[in-house]
């Protein structure tokens, strides 16, 4: 079972950034692929970005694409996203997640894995 925890959320106004972590328990087959997802209120979860664990291939949605970048250290186990230019509309809470396969879909039905999450609220 992995065990996922995310820290860094916290209150910012537009325009601002902040840095997302995610303590992965391990690195193994089960987190080929990491990934963020957000889910705003009323909205469903959807995919933010991912990473393929052993090439470093990323994957962003559209809506984030220039703005936020998905990076891991391998060593330490830890994953991250750095999140640039925010907009009100990125206010949600965002989850850490991991699988074994097709990380690339950024579908949260592909995804095995979660943490609890952590706040984002973006001013404006």
């Known amino acids: 079972q992995v065990q996922l925890v995310e820290s860094g959320g916290g209150s910012v106004q537009a325009g601002g950034s902040l840095r997302l972590s995610c303590a992965a328990s391990e690195y193994t087959v089960n987190t080929a692929y990491m990934g963020w997802f957000r889910q705003a209120p009323g909205k469903e979860r959807e995919g933010v970005a991912s990473?393929?664990?052993?090439?470093?291939?990323?994957y962003y949605a559209d809506s984030v694409k220039g703005r936020f970048t998905i990076s891991q250290d391998n060593v330490k186990n830890m994953l991250y996203l750095q999140m640039n230019s925010l907009k009100p509309e990125d206010t949600a809470m965002y989850y850490c997640?991991?699988?074994?396969?097709?990380?690339?879909?950024?579908?949260?039905?592909?995804?095995?894995?979660w943490g609890q999450g952590t706040q984002v609220t973006v001013s404006s």
């Open positions: 990473i393929r664990s052993v090439t470093g291939i990323t």
């Open positions: 997640a991991a699988t074994s396969v097709r990380g690339y879909s950024l579908r949260p039905a592909d995804f095995r894995y």
